[in-house]
């Protein structure tokens, strides 16, 4: 990379890493667009402190509101979550955005479908791990039924649970060192679905270590932004309080996308070392 | 004794009556036998003529005949499912083979009819027809034996693989009141008991390996032959049930003089810490509003998971819990559970309510006192604390009540409601709000006093609706017990609203004349608010002025649509009627205030755009 194509690359990756928020950001709205409404026509923002008084303690207006747009949130509860599965699905377009960004090179020109076949693959796995999951999780439980220690049969789910879990994030792992071969090493889906593999052998540790602690910082910047924005005591119903508490959150969400940015940024990298190589 | 607490005006501590009249004493032997899930008991029923009348019949209830099959009254609603949530799915009976009153002589067992009054399909309640009149103050001790098949746990009693809650299951004679007519009720689903009371002194033989919990004190405990023999005895009680399990893990602790068991699963440490941590409360707690409990014991019962539907149920000086191991890391369920069936011990219990006639006496009386204390204990996390959100019983309650009818008398019997979620709604929600409104409407020390004077007055003297209304009359005088009866016997209710809300600005006119002034407008400001329903309240309306000052109006809420004016240099642009929300059982908070400048809606999108934001991040690929 020249010196004077870094500036280029730095305003392309900031793009990138905007597009991505803005994309999560839009398609938040659109969600959040029935449960918004169904506040506003509850008539709580007539009292003092409007929405705020949705989290006094006690939840005497929370459920209030609940159970008066229960009918408008119930209509809408399919629409939304079907919404939520397709702008979920179609995260890979800003991720492919972020990955094109980070990569010496400019992505091939049918990267697009191929991310697409990648991540149909992915949650094709983890359809498949969830199903399997809840499977052996129940199978676990069926063996401890009769224990007189009620806690047994929760234990063996929890850790059928937590494997489950695990799997899911391993499959996490192995889409994004797939997804960063076919945008930064321009291979195609089911070449890099294989290629992972090696690049997880090649370098696994170090891998590992950045995957982990981006998710792992990820999280604290979550319970980090929550612990703040739980000192703001937004029930007061100051407009400041509920503004910083907005900013908190974005912010937060911009960090996670760009500690995001930083673990892609050594797939990429790692990707690149291994077609070299 | 009774008669000397009624005379001396408000009761205390002192004139509490220390037991109640023996009306109707057991003495009785039971054999569990685990293999074919059966009770075999014998002993004697000691009855005495407690009215002012000659009877020449009794009453039985042969409860466990409920679940004989499918064509019983409480099998052939249509709502199978009862109070506890399930359905009967394996037969239970109860079958009497000795049936002799000793002061009449011959077997009275031919004279029993055959089936409950009215429905020969159903043998729950039965006559039995005398040889002769019993005059008052007589009485007669009756040498009972019967054979009482277990169902699978349905309405809290049965047996579930090896674990046994094991109520209703003996004749149980019907009360008998003042006047000489008998209260007698066929086993429905929605109803509970009524009896009198008595001295109980039971004796139960079951395997060695059981671990037992049941109504009284424990007087004698013995193993002989591979069977566990144990009496128990309790005076002043009018039912008597117990619990046996292998499985029982055991607390005891003595709680404010009263000695306490703790039964529950293995795994339930945490969940029996909150048990007794609740109950290290709520005996004092009850005992001060409500008067000392007067038993030496305190019997609680945790049934394991597998039946659960043996739980939240309440027997003199013997309750169950329930709740899985779990429970008590994310609600209070286990807290709130173990409070309300103490308070039953009270509101059921020491009152001796008629359950099946007047349902909110018990139930309804028993969850306000379930709200105040939990509240008391936890504050606006009375329900739940999870996740930085607090729940309260009051919210909780509220959308109980605001999902059941709105128009429903609440002093219904318990058969007369529609199905249990209406009664829940009703006799549960809507009472206890209804007594937490007229605490925060009339004063709730007074609420307080005149529940407590009740509960005291009328201590082992089974009270009714009227007695409530007059205690509580004395206390918060007629516009509130007027309020009370209307609610209760014709299903009124109340919704506050503000209607209108405008504000113009007045003409210039010269310094001091008219409403202007000459330091800048002034504003003319109008509030409409109304009052629909049959209830009326006095409420506060709270006015907001454009620079955030706020005053508050009086309204004795009488009529139906009250207009509130207000003159000054700033315009109204919020009212707000009930700001405290004192008025638990208004129709709907949420039109309770109007404003024409609405706060923006920042905290519900940055809430709802932040699950969201996180939800597409978790769903990505």
């Known amino acids: ?277 | 004794m009774l008669a000397a607490s009624l005379v001396a005006g408000n009761t205390t501590a002192d004139t509490l009556p220390e037991s109640a009249s023996a009306i109707a004493s057991y003495t009785l032997t039971a054999r569990l036998d685990t293999t074919a899930h059966a009770v075999h008991g014998e002993g004697t029923l000691h009855w005495v003529n407690g009215s002012q009348a000659s009877v020449d019949e009794l009453y039985f209830h042969l409860y466990l005949n409920a679940f004989e099959n499918e064509r019983t009254l409480f099998n052939r609603s249509p709502f199978t499912r009862a109070r506890s949530g399930r359905a009967t799915r394996r037969w239970g009976k109860i079958t009497l083979t000795r049936l002799v009153a000793r002061e009449l002589g011959g077997d009275l067992l031919p004279s029993l009819e055959p089936h409950s009054p009215g429905d020969p399909l159903d043998g729950t309640d039965r006559r039995l027809q005398l040889p002769r009149p019993v005059a008052p103050g007589e009485s007669l001790t009756l040498e009972l034996a019967w054979d009482s098949s277990l169902p699978e746990i349905v309405e809290r009693t049965g047996v579930s693989g090896d674990f046994y809650l094991v109520g209703q299951w003996f004749p149980k004679i019907a009360r008998l009141e003042p006047d000489g007519s008998w209260a007698h009720f066929p086993f429905h689903p929605h109803a509970e008991f009524y009896a009198d009371y008595g001295d109980y002194d039971v004796t139960l033989d079951v395997p060695e390996n059981m671990i037992v919990g049941a109504t009284g004190r424990r007087v004698s405990e013995r193993v002989e032959a591979g069977r566990r023999v144990l009496r128990q005895q309790q005076g002043s009680v009018h039912d008597f049930a117990w619990s046996a399990w292998p499985g029982f893990e055991r607390r005891e602790e003595r709680i404010d003089g009263v000695d306490v068991h703790l039964l529950y699963p293995p795994g339930h440490t945490r969940n029996a810490e909150r048990t007794l941590a609740a109950l290290r409360f709520a005996l004092p707690h009850f005992g001060e509003r409500y008067g000392r409990y007067p038993y030496p014991d305190l019997t609680v019962v945790h049934p394991p998971a597998y039946a659960a539907a043996a739980g939240g149920m309440e027997y003199p000086t013997l309750i169950t819990t329930g709740g899985p191991w779990h429970q008590s890391y994310w609600s209070r369920a286990v807290e709130l559970v173990t409070i309300h069936e103490l308070g039953h011990q009270w509101f059921y219990g020491l009152l001796g309510s008629n359950e099946p006639r007047h349902p909110f006496l018990d139930e309804g009386l028993n969850s306000y006192a379930e709200i105040e204390a939990s509240e008391a204990l936890f504050g606006q996390a009375s329900a739940s604390s999870a996740l930085g959100l607090q729940l309260s019983e009051t919210a909780l309650h509220r959308a109980g009540m605001l999902l059941g009818p709105h128009d429903a008398p609440l002093a219904q019997p318990a058969s007369e409601f529609v199905d249990f979620t209406e009664l829940g709604a009703l006799v549960y929600s809507r009472t206890a709000l209804l007594l937490r409104t007229l605490g925060d409407v009339y004063g709730r020390e007074r609420l307080e006093r005149g529940l407590g004077e009740y509960a005291r007055r009328y201590r082992f003297a089974h009270p009714g609706p009227n007695e409530l209304l007059g205690a509580l009359e004395a206390e918060l005088g007629r516009a509130a017990a007027d309020n009370l009866r209307r609610a209760l016997f014709d299903g009124a209710s109340v919704n506050y609203s503000i209607r209108d809300l405008r504000a113009v600005a007045l003409a210039a006119s010269p310094a001091g004349a008219g409403g202007a002034s000459p330091d800048g407008p002034r504003y003319e400001s109008r509030v409409v608010v109304h009052r629909a329903g049959e209830l009326a309240f006095p409420v506060e309306v709270q006015l907001t002025t454009a620079d955030g000052e706020q005053i508050t109006r009086s309204w004795d809420g009488l009529g139906r649509d009250e207009v509130i004016a207000h003159v000054g240099p700033q315009p109204v642009i919020r009212a707000h009627v009930d700001p405290r929300d004192a008025i638990a059982i208004d129709e709907d908070l949420l039109d309770n205030a109007l404003s024409v400048e609405r706060p923006a809606p920042i905290d519900g999108w940055d809430r709802a755009l932040y699950l969201f934001e996180l939800v597409l991040g978790g769903l990505a690929p």
Request: one cysteine or more; a positive charge.
């Open chain 1, 1 to 277: 990379m020249t010196g004077a194509s870094r500036p280029l690359r730095g305003r392309v990756l900031a793009f990138a890493c905007a597009a991505s928020y803005l994309y999560r950001l839009l398609g938040a709205a659109l969600l959040a667009l029935p449960v918004i409404g169904a506040i506003d026509a509850s008539g709580v923002r007539d009292f003092s402190r409007g929405n705020a008084r949705l989290f006094d303690p006690g939840g005497l207006y929370l459920l209030e509101v609940l159970l008066h747009a229960r009918e408008q949130l119930a209509a809408s509860l399919v629409p939304t979550l079907t919404l939520a599965a397709v702008l979920g699905f179609l995260g890979f377009v800003p991720d492919a955005g972020l990955l094109g960004a980070l990569g010496s090179a400019p992505p091939p020109p049918r990267a697009l479908e191929r991310m697409l076949w990648l991540s149909l693959a992915t949650w094709g796995a983890r359809l498949l791990l969830g199903l399997l999951t809840v499977g052996l999780a129940l199978t676990a439980r069926s063996f401890f039924a009769s224990a007189r220690d009620e806690r047994l049969p929760l234990l063996a789910i929890g850790v059928m649970l937590v494997i489950g879990v695990l799997l899911q994030v391993a499959v996490s792992f192995w889409h994004d060192l797939a997804a960063a071969d076919v945008v930064a090493g321009g291979a195609r889906a089911r070449d890099a679905i294989f290629a992972a593999l090696d690049l997880a052998r090649a370098s696994a540790g170090s891998l590992l270590v950045r995957f982990v602690g981006a998710q792992l910082l990820a999280l604290g910047t979550l319970l980090a932004a929550a612990a703040v924005v739980g000192t703001l005591e937004v029930v007061r119903g100051d407009t400041w309080r509920s503004t910083t508490a907005l900013f908190i959150h974005q912010l937060a969400v911009l960090a996670t996308i760009g500690l995001r940015a930083a673990w892609l940024r050594g797939a990429c990298r790692a990707s690149e070392r291994l077609r070299r190589a």
